[in-house]
Structure formats: C-alpha cells, structure tokens
Nanobody, 125 residues
Framework: VRLEQSGGGSVQAGGSLKLSCTMS????????LAWFRQAPGQVRRGVAS???????MYESSVKGRFTISKDDAKNAFYLEMNSLEAGDSDVYYC????????????????????WGQGSQIIVSS
C-alpha cells in the first residue's frame, strides 16, 4: 500500500498551492484521511482531516484558508491552500487511517497507518 504525493513548491505570501495524494488501493477502506506538517526536529502536527462521512476538521491557524477534499473515484485526496503565509512553510505529509476519525480536532499522527513521502512548501514574504 502506498500514498503518492504531488504538488508543493515555492510561492509568495498570499498565493495558493494544491497538494494531491493518491492511494494505490481503494480509499473506501480508510475512515480518515489527513494532512500533516513537520518542521525540522519537530513532531508532525495535524493540519486537516476528513472522514468517510465527509466531515472535515482543521487546525485553527488554517481554518478559512485551507480546504481538504477527496475523490473516491480517483483514490485521491487533496489539500488546497490559499492565502499562504510564511508561517505555513514546512514539509507536508498526507496520511490515511483505517479508523473512522471523529471529534472536532485533527487526529494525532500515531493512528495513521499509511503515509506519503512528503512535499516541501516554502512561502516567501
């Protein structure tokens, strides 16, 4: 099982980027899909998640700017990032968990079984 990430790169503050993640098998067996970010020497922090019922959750600093979505027909999910800020710069990872995620917070990293390879996002001010 593999998650293949694409997208990312460099953009000026205020710009937009879109990350994509494609699963090598059906997404329908996964109850929770998410995006995380990680700075050097830091733990991975949840940015956004979406469950099988299409309920999405966001870390407070990205609410209203980032949108997570999924396309089961393409076995893919996405993170659209708008109004990017310098503080959004990090390596971003997609992740999938078989568990159904509930609650109002992005689930923590240990519940996710499958991870993408990471995409560098650099936002210049």
């Amino acid at each position: 099982v593999r998650l293949e990430q694409s997208g990312g790169g460099s953009v000026q503050a205020g710009g937009s980027l879109k990350l994509s993640c494609t699963m090598s098998e059906s997404l329908e067996t996964y109850g929770c899909l998410a995006w995380f970010r990680q700075a050097p020497g830091q733990v991975r922090r949840g940015v956004a998640s979406i469950n099988r019922a299409l309920k999405s959750m966001y870390e407070s600093s990205v609410k209203g700017r980032f949108t997570i979505s999924k396309d089961d027909a393409k076995n893919a999910f996405y993170l659209e990032m708008n109004s990017l800020e310098a503080g959004d710069s990090d390596v971003y990872y997609c992740a999938a968990a078989r568990n159904f995620c509930v609650g109002d917070l992005v689930p923590v990293a240990p519940i996710f079984q499958v991870w993408g390879q990471g995409s560098q996002i650099i936002v210049s001010s």
